[in-house]
Structure formats: structure tokens, C-alpha cells
């Protein structure tokens, strides 16, 4: 009994419903954009493994002249970073992402900032035919102006690379699978792809080599750890049984 009452816990923290981006991702127009350039190794081996700071292409403005009358020109500056979006559109983005990272962080304390490195794209357990999109890695970024003239820019945060716990939940409980966790120093993002690849074969789901910065909002994650790891011990505890 108490088992099940863990894993009702754990499910409630993780919100496994269709409208959790975790679950069934979908691009929206203000809080999330797609990296295009570098391709997927590159960017992860520049960002996480070498730790790099990289800048995003940077729109500026120039006072020329046409026809004898002065005009104010736009021009692109390139970064290191690429994305599927107009320059216009991508720094209106970048910026609208920033301010709500930095308002759910001065309201909750938590980093919501996330580039989600592969997507798995799997069927639902009830309707084969309905099919999901969910992020498998989250890293952990810092998205930066450090002043009026400067590009916006990205880099490593401190917190974990983690494996979407979401996911990992759903497909743990409703299929079996048990996705492994990500550990940089032991393994490379290609072969833990890999990996995971050959473990969803037999479902006939695919992985997508994408990498999307988003708002990803699983705060709870830390209730929910100390609820996974501990439950041994909380399935022995007297009062808690008798509750």
C-alpha cells in the first residue's frame, strides 16, 4: 500500500498530462526557439564539454544615405549561434525568454533555462496513433546581455544535465523502459543516444536531433528525488504506514 502511495506522490510532483512541454514538446513562439548552427555534436561539445561561451548573432543599425536623404539601415552581425528564426524575430525571443526565467527565478528561486538536446518521439499508451515529442537532455544555461551594445549570449549553468525525469516516469510506469541517466565524464552524448536507440527499437519510436532553448518548469524535480531515492525508508516508517 505504501509503495503505491510513493508512486501516486511521485507522479502528482512530475505532472504527467499532455499540456507538460516535458511530455509532449511543441515550439512556441515566445518561449522556446530552435538552435539550427552548430550541428547537434558540436553545439554540445562546445557548450558542455569545453564550456564555451557562445554569442548569437547580433543586429545592428547604420545611418546611410539614398537619394540624398539619410536613412537608418539593418544589418546582421554573425555569432556562433544560428537559429530558425529572422534576427528580428530571434532577438524578441531570446529576450522574452530571458525576462521569464528571471521572474520565475526571483519569484520561485529555481532556474527554469534549459537547451533540450534530443527530442524522443514515441506513442501514446492508450492511442497508438497519437503520438508524442518529449526532450530527452536538459542542460542548464545562463542567456546573457551584458550590455546595450553586446550580443546576447549563452553558457553552461551550474545545476546537473539531466535526463527529463518526466519522461523517464512516463515510459518507466507505462512501458517498462528504463531510460538511463547521463553522465558526461563516463559517457558521450553520442553513444548514450545511441544507446537509448537501440533500448526503443522494439517500440518503433525515433529520436530527433534537435536542440531547442526553452522554458522547462520541473521545480518539484528535487521532491520528487528525495521520494524516488528514499523509498525504502519512508515504506519502513511506522508513522507514515499508519497514515
Known amino acids: 500500500m505504501i509503495k503505491k502511495r510513493i508512486e501516486y506522490w511521485e507522479k502528482c510532483l512530475l505532472d504527467l498530462g499532455k499540456k507538460n512541454k516535458l511530455v509532449n514538446f511543441k515550439e512556441t513562439l515566445r518561449s522556446s526557439i530552435e538552435i539550427t548552427h552548430p550541428e547537434f555534436f558540436t553545439l554540445?561539445?562546445?557548450?558542455?564539454?569545453k564550456e564555451k561561451e557562445l554569442k548569437f548573432s547580433q543586429l545592428k543599425y547604420k545611418i546611410v544615405t539614398v537619394d540624398d536623404q539619410k536613412v537608418l539601415e539593418k544589418y546582421e552581425i554573425p555569432g556562433d549561434l544560428k537559429t530558425n528564426r529572422e534576427i528580428e524575430d530571434q532577438v524578441t525571443t531570446l529576450k522574452?525568454?530571458?525576462?521569464?526565467?528571471?521572474?520565475?527565478?526571483q519569484e520561485q528561486g529555481v532556474n527554469v533555462l534549459y537547451l533540450s538536446f534530443g527530442f524522443l518521439n514515441w506513442n501514446d499508451l492508450k492511442d497508438k496513433t497519437i503520438m508524442n515529442k518529449s526532450p530527452l537532455l536538459l542542460v542548464p544555461l545562463h542567456l546573457v546581455q551584458r550590455s546595450i551594445i553586446d550580443p546576447l549570449k549563452i553558457f553552461l549553468g551550474e545545476?546537473?544535465?539531466?535526463?527529463n525525469p518526466t519522461l523517464h516516469h512516463k515510459l518507466l510506469?507505462?512501458?517498462?523502459?528504463?531510460?538511463?541517466?547521463?553522465?558526461?565524464?563516463?559517457?558521450?552524448?553520442?553513444?548514450y543516444l545511441s544507446s537509448i536507440?537501440?533500448?526503443?527499437?522494439?517500440?518503433?519510436?525515433?529520436?530527433?536531433?534537435?536542440?531547442?532553448?526553452?522554458?522547462?518548469?520541473?521545480?518539484?524535480?528535487n521532491m520528487y528525488k528525495d521520494l524516488h531515492s528514499k523509498e525504502a525508508r519512508i515504506?519502513?516508517?511506522d508513522i507514515l504506514k499508519g497514515l
Open 44 to 49: 554540445f561539445n562546445n557548450l558542455v564539454v
Open 96 to 105: 522574452a525568454i530571458r525576462n521569464k526565467c528571471k521572474t520565475i527565478f
Open 159 to 163: 545545476d546537473e544535465i539531466v535526463l
Open 173 to 191: 510506469t507505462d512501458f517498462n523502459v528504463n531510460l538511463p541517466a547521463f553522465d558526461n565524464a563516463d559517457t558521450s552524448i553520442k553513444d
Open 197 to 221: 536507440g537501440k533500448m526503443i527499437k522494439k517500440h518503433s519510436w525515433s529520436i530527433e536531433y534537435k536542440t531547442f532553448i526553452g522554458v522547462f518548469l520541473f521545480h518539484k524535480i
Open 235 to 237: 515504506a519502513k516508517n
